[in-house]
Nanobody, 123 residues
Framework: VQLQASGGGLVQAGGSLRLSCAAS????????MGWFRQAPGKEREFVAG????????YYADAVRGRFTISRDNAKNTVYLQMNSLKPEDTAIYYC?????????????????WGQGTLVTVSS
């Protein structure tokens, strides 16, 4: 599976961005998907996950209520809508795919990774 993340950029605090992750190479609808982020000097952390159908989602406490993960299986794409952005959301955001059914919260449990897209939130 190849994953291509896009949509990052520079935004002011309180603003919004939508990240996209396009998948190819395997039946996308069989995969659970996740978004992770890594800030400078910090470990990669889970942000949000979605199951194969889109019927189940899970969020990290830090983003719950501000971020929304969704997917379009017809377009082989998963999205991360980020609202009310804060400077502490600044990081490289990665999408990841997993062949298991439940949403995984640990990076080590994901099988495929995209290259990352940088999100910078200015204060």
């Amino acid at each position: 599976v190849q994953l291509q993340a896009s949509g990052g950029g520079l935004v002011q605090a309180g603003g919004s961005l939508r990240l996209s992750c396009a998948a190819s190479g395997r039946t996308f609808s069989n995969l659970s998907m996740g978004w992770f982020r890594q800030a400078p000097g910090k470990e990669r952390e889970f942000v949000a996950g979605i199951n194969w159908s889109g019927g189940s989602t899970y969020y990290a406490d830090a983003v719950r209520g501000r971020f929304t993960i969704s997917r379009d299986n017809a377009k082989n794409t998963v999205y991360l809508q980020m609202n009310s952005l804060k400077p502490e959301d600044t990081a490289i955001y990665y999408c990841a795919a997993d062949r298991s059914i439940p949403i995984q919260l640990r990076a080590v449990d994901y099988d495929y990774w995209g290259q990352g897209t940088l999100v910078t939130v200015s204060s």
